[in-house]
């Protein structure tokens, strides 16, 4: 008994030396990544209000890779689908992305669009979208300092009235002024600026559309309903102030994939830097690759100010 | 504690930052409860209770100290308050070979101006065949108020139990089960047992979501609610005569969560999905004065999320700088497996009847083998030395694990 006694407490002494090394309390071992194969990557979102769309072709790599990411000149691209058959594609070294010109009024509503890409070094790549049809814009009107930001402050109103269809949709809100006027040396004098729209409504969320700042919502509260979409703006609206001011807002009725790609992007982002922040899988549609190919249908309203 | 730092200065001068996080739930609670045979064959309970609860989801107190002025602040969430109420009635019957239990529970939740009602009902049958074998089937179905809200950042993560609200509905499931248990000789049992179990209304933090900031606002606008499903089957071995007891358990299971808001509406593990759990438990009993213990438990590795490739959604070039926005990626919301957790647990127990008192000694180890489970993932910059001798800084992952060997005495006397 004795003996055990010693020699138990004898191997606990020595455990605890043992385990009391530099930071016994934090043991750090590497992690295996599982190697990644290459694809491509591809970032390619078309607006019917656009006729030039550009195409990304880049490749992924693992994040311990050292190698350089390439854009490829040589990739062919077929866009196809009603309105685009047979355009062609021209490489931009600028931004790295393929342009092609489209046709004023190339966006057909509820129709499926193609695109495929090869490149000879990686497998081919293929996805589809429906574009929406346009979205109805029943009403825009402003509201001088009838709004109050989430801070207090009194803000110039901006009501957005949609009329939303049956079915899955999906929303994306923008403004922009045109204004003019004459100075005192009688010339005139216009000009063109965004008009960032912010809401207290909790359906609406920001993302970053087409380079552009914008709300966007799915349409799951107001489904089949008209909804009057309740925005402000921090920027001095000229009401009244200059003839020929125009505030035109944007409504772009997004595909499922380029809502799903603009929402996550922004969590990414915000998120990005941020150790305790929930992981953000930004959203991809590309069979054999990564990225995302989306579409939106605009509807303009605009009204004098 | 989430941080800590302190800093003194050759000019004396000392700042001082710490950063804790907690949260809580304080109850006042009653219960009934009756007993009612009223013929052979049946033994019927019946009761109700009443919970008062008061919730702090979460808060973060900040103390800074810069040389003689002094921060210390508590950011958080309001507290919630709610009542909880429940009545039941079940029945044990036994009717021949055949035991069934058959209950029905109903619950009422009250928080804000919301009072959510929810009836439950319960089944559990058990049919004796010959050669002490037993069928087992049960369904039951289920509302729970509180809410397990687990972050799935591989950073730091962290369960918190937060209330159902007017906005967080409350989580409602059903499970079915099916099973045999058979008894071998003179003590050792064996069970087999399979399960399915579908939940609703179940609620994460949204993609990008922080636990840690922006506690500011409300902690409800951070989660969404959705979808979860687990099945599996268990089995369980226990032998209880003779001088070596123990039991065998090990569950096979997966567990899934689907969320229109994370992972693009797909599918995905649970970050608990774990693919095999298996627990050993052996005591032997030297002799009445000396008895050595040991346990062995292994699980699979938790499912993180981790970005292992990244690609390029923008490129800008110029003469002057080109360049290109990335963004990482994991593929698909924990697509990655942690290491599988495992380590063994040793217990010497010496007892020994003194004059007036019985002492006992107990000698123990946790984690014996020392193996470095992991607790959470790192993502860091090393400088790695390259082939001609250079430096250059690399993207490094890494596990933590912080419990290492634990070695334990202890003394107990009884008198």
Known sequence: MRHILFFAIGLLTAMSFSSCGEDAFTQIVDIELPEHEPRLAVNALAFSESNAFGVLVSNSRSVLSKEEFSVFPDAEIQFSGPNVEGVTFSYTPDDGRHYTVLSPDWAAGDEVYTLDIQQTDYPSIRAQQRMPRAPIVLDVTVDEEGALSESGERLDEIVIE????????????QGELDYQYVDENNDTIAGYYSVWLESNDPILSYAEVDRRGALICSDGAFNGNTYRFATYTWEDLPIGLMSGSKLRIRVTSLSRDAFLYYRSLDQYWGADGNPFAEPVTVHSNIENGYGIFGLGHTTIYEIDL | MIAEQSSRYSDGSEESFSANYFSGIEDWAGRIDFDYLPAPGHYIRFGGGVTNHTYR?????????????????????????????????????????????????????????????????????????????ALKASFATMAQFINLLTSESFSLPTDLWVPSTERIKPQQSWQVAAGAAKTFGDGIEVSLEGYYKKMHNVISYKEGASFLFGLENDWQDKVTQGEGESYGAELFVQKKFGRTTGWLGYTLS??????????????????????????????????????????????????????????PINYFGSDFFSGFNTIQSGGE???????????????????????????????????????????????????????????????????????????????????
């Open chain 2, 57 to 133: 989801p979460g808060a973060l107190n900040l103390d800074v100290a810069f040389d003689q002025e002094r921060f210390d602040t508590l950011i958080g969430s309001q507290n919630e308050f709610s009542d909880e109420l429940f009545i039941y009635v079940e029945d044990d019957m036994q009717l021949g070979k055949l035991k069934a239990n058959l209950g029905l529970h109903g619950s009422g939740f009250k928080v804000g101006d919301q009072f959510y009602t929810s009836l439950q009902p319960r089944i559990g049958l058990n049919y004796l065949l010959p050669k002490d074998v």
């Open chain 2, 333 to 415: 919301r924990n697509a990655f497996r942690m290491t599988d957790y495992h380590r063994l647990d040793l217990s010497l127990r010496m007892t020994k009847q003194m004059k007036r008192h019985v002492r006992t000694w107990v000698f123990g180890v946790y984690n014996a083998y020392f193996h470095r489970n992991p607790y959470f993932i790192l993502a860091d910059r090393d400088l790695v030395q390259q082939p001609d001798g250079s430096f250059e800084e690399q993207p490094v992952f890494l596990e933590v694990s912080i419990l290492p060997i634990i070695p334990s005495i202890s003394y107990q006397f009884k008198f």
């Open chain 1, 162 to 173: 949609i009329q939303d269809e049956p079915g899955e949709h999906y929303y994306a809100l």
């Open chain 2, 254 to 311: 997966w567990n899934y969560r689907q969320f229109d808001e994370i992972n693009g509406g797909r599918r995905y593990p649970f970050r608990y999905d774990r693919r095999h759990d298996l627990s050993l438990v052996v005591n032997h009993d030297f002799n009445e004065r000396i008895s050595l213990s040991g346990a062995w438990v292994y699980g699979t590795g938790n499912a993180v999320t981790l970005n292992t490739f990244e690609y």
